[in-house]
């Protein structure tokens, strides 16, 4: 056994005795590329976008082939998540739990405005109002959050408020890119729902999907939910965008809203792990209860921290120390075998979720990628193992027949696009002189 091994096994029975560690104690691996050194400016500023692949040393012409093999596999191949119905319209499913998702709709939306896919995107556009909007009563221009693809039913009319978060900055960005006068008005239908938001003053239960009083993304517009949330849905850059275009009236409050979020995170995420619960009170502690371990929902935190820092790079130094705490703590559980659930400490969770009738720990594809995402803000050498790992990694089942194109696929299509330099702001274009 080699001196490397020797020392990831000894680092791995320091968590294993402890449950967590504290990250600056765990030394940096070498790697002949030498120690990662994030940007020190964000996007939105630079008008730049690293792309991580190409320092890690791959060809661009390899990573361009990466990205369009990622996109067919999911919107085209014969797994793909994206259907497309009659001339006009398309939905992504859920394909495991047999449902289209506000999270899937949003999602193949944003990927479509980035990879400035038009057709895709208003296809998807037009059988989210027809199948998913509410066109009337206390949820108006809100969204069903599950609807059966085959029928068009709605399993749930309620809202799951990351749906409506990702729908008014896709859209907002589609207005940037495509402009307003191609069939659909992109800005209009943004601002519907978001005047509909703050419209909703609690009759028939129905509220913001921002908690007014905390200035926080809730779990959902309604009942208790509208009094807790979710930590995967903070997404600060997000609301920085809301400000920039959405001209509502609300810019102000938006970007407190983005400060907030990003406060919010530090509380949340776990002091020595890094990882976070599912569901959270608005102080960052764990909402009592199944969803207060770590779990599928919290894979996004990484890829949404890591946008943020790439975009706006607001709270560097903050996000740096993340990126470490969380690399660290999964490369001490093996950089080819870390699970995908635990409790927020790092110790094993005792109810172990499920997905698609199988309930096991898993290496997960969505987690390896996300986790590789946060690279974009690392500052050691083994940050480069984990833009490795999403690299070598493949969308394909796993031994024992679990296959999820649908949210382990969207998580690495999404990580691709970051570490690509293919997630971006979309700024209008510049007006002719």
Request: net charge negative; with cysteine.
């Amino acid at each position: 056994m080699n001196k490397a091994m020797y020392l990831l096994m000894f680092v791995t029975l320091c968590y294993a005795a402890t449950g967590a560690s504290d990250p600056n104690r765990i030394q940096d691996v070498s790697d002949p590329r030498g120690t990662m050194k994030p940007w020190d400016k964000g996007a939105w500023e630079t008008g730049k976008y690293r792309n991580v692949f190409l320092e890690a040393g791959y060809k661009q012409q390899d990573i361009d082939a990466k990205l369009a093999k990622a996109y067919h596999d999911l919107f085209e191949g014969p797994n793909r998540v994206y259907f497309e119905v009659g001339d006009d319209m398309a939905y992504v499913s859920d394909i495991k739990n047999r449902d289209a998702r506000t999270e899937g709709l949003s999602y193949g939306m944003m990927v479509a405005v980035q990879l400035n896919k038009k057709e895709v995107f208003d296809r998807l556009w037009r059988w989210t109002v027809k199948y998913m909007q509410h066109q009337e009563g206390p949820r108006e221009a809100y969204f069903a959050w599950s609807v059966d693809p085959k029928t068009g039913r709605q399993n749930s009319p309620g809202s799951a408020s990351d749906g409506e978060l990702y729908f008014v900055t896709a859209l907002l960005f589609a207005s940037n890119r495509w402009g307003n006068d191609t069939g659909i008005d992109y800005y209009a239908q943004a601002r519907r729902i978001l005047d509909a938001m703050w419209s909703k003053d609690g009759t028939g239960g129905i509220r913001n999907i921002i908690n007014t009083e905390h200035k926080m993304i809730t779990f959902v517009p309604e009942g208790r939910g509208y009094n807790w949330t979710d930590p995967s849905y903070h997404v600060p850059a997000f609301f920085e965008i809301w400000a920039e275009y959405a001209k509502d009236g609300h810019e102000a409050f938006y970007r407190e809203c983005a400060e907030i979020s990003r406060q919010f995170l530090h509380k949340a995420c776990h002091p020595q792990t890094g990882l976070t619960p599912d569901y959270a009170n608005f102080d960052g502690t764990p909402l009592p209860g199944r969803m207060s371990a770590f779990g599928f929902d919290s894979w996004r935190v990484p890829m949404n921290i890591a946008m943020d820092y790439s975009w706006y790079a607001k709270d560097k130094a903050w996000q740096q120390e993340y990126c470490r705490r969380i690399q660290n703590f999964l490369f001490a559980r093996g950089m080819d075998t870390f699970e995908d659930q635990f409790n927020v400490d790092g110790t094993a969770r005792e109810n172990i979720m499920g997905a698609g009738g199988y309930r096991t720990l898993r290496h997960s594809l969505g987690w390896v990628s996300t986790t590789a995402a946060a690279s974009i803000m690392g500052t050691q050498a083994k940050s480069w193992k984990f833009v490795d790992a999403i690299w070598n990694a493949k969308l394909e089942p796993y031994k024992d027949g679990y296959f999820d194109p649908y949210y382990d696929g969207l998580l690495y299509l999404f990580s691709l696009m970051h570490l690509s330099g293919n997630y971006q702001i979309i700024k209008p274009a510049p007006m002719e002189p």
